[in-house]
């Protein structure tokens, strides 16, 4: 199968998704990493328009949007499949990867774990303590109803692996490098041993923000 590009940048959840179900997939790919402050540059809106990572390149097939990546690399190699048979099933995974993307990602871990982790790495910036604050009211309704939807299963959806625990991991391993990782999730140990069977896959091992780091490196 042709190699699949993925544009994105070390420490992206949502780009280290997009490679994640590729190493789930046993599928070959390259990283095409993109520069920082070169987001809004004519070269990368002619890939993404709204100037975000990742973007996905198969062939003469380009696509943003981490959903539908997720999605169309489940549909053209559909071994092993990461959408559920079930419909309640496939349901429950499609509206927990709306949870990410609406309410987990914007509001939360974009503020955060943007605060927390992004800002001091890569700007030297200190975190901004009272946004940090003001995001947490939201960030525990989140966490609760995450806790509530897994209940006492394995992953996500179902017992098997989804595309809703690809896209989330990579968001939720972020929070684990936060001291809010404790607060949020102390009355949740469902979600704590979660994210370790996640954090124990070889799919988040090879794509830590390090590995990434040095995928970029090497490109
Ligand atoms: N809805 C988009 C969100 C992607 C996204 O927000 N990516 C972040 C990195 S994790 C980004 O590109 N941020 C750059 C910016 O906002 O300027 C998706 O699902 O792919």
């Known amino acids: 199968m042709t190699d699949f590009i993925i544009h994105s940048i070390p420490g992206s959840p949502y780009g280290r998704a997009a490679l994640m179900i590729l190493e789930e997939k046993g599928l070959p790919y390259q990283l095409r990493p993109v520069a920082p ?5 004519p070269e990368h809106l002619a890939r993404h328009p709204f100037g975000r990572v990742p973007v996905l390149e198969h062939g003469d097939f380009s696509l943003y949007e ?6 169309y690399i489940d549909r053209i190699a559909p071994t092993p499949s990461f959408t559920p048979w079930d419909a309640k099933e496939a349901a429950r995974m499609d509206q927990l990867m709306n949870i990410n993307d609406w309410y987990l990602f914007q509001g939360v871990s974009s503020v ?3 605060q927390r982790v992004v800002g001091p790495r890569l700007m ?6 009272d946004l940090i604050s003001a995001a947490m009211p939201k960030a525990h309704a989140v966490f609760a109803e995450l806790a509530r939807l897994l209940g006492d299963r394995q992953f996500f959806a179902s017992a098997e692996l989804s595309l809703v625990d690809i896209l989330m991991a990579p968001q939720l391993d972020f929070f684990f490098e936060t001291p809010e990782w404790e607060t949020l999730t102390s009355a949740h140990p469902n979600l704590r041993s979660w994210l370790d069977r996640m954090r124990a896959r070889p799919s988040m091992v090879a794509t830590t923000w390090e590995r ?3 995928m970029a490196k090497a490109a």
């Open 124 to 129: 030297g910036k200190l975190p901004d303590e």
């Open 212 to 214: 990434v780091a040095a």
């Open 112 to 114: 955060i774990c943007f």
């Open 66 to 71: 981490t959903q539908a990546i997720l999605r």
């Open 37 to 41: 402050g070169t987001f809004r540059l």
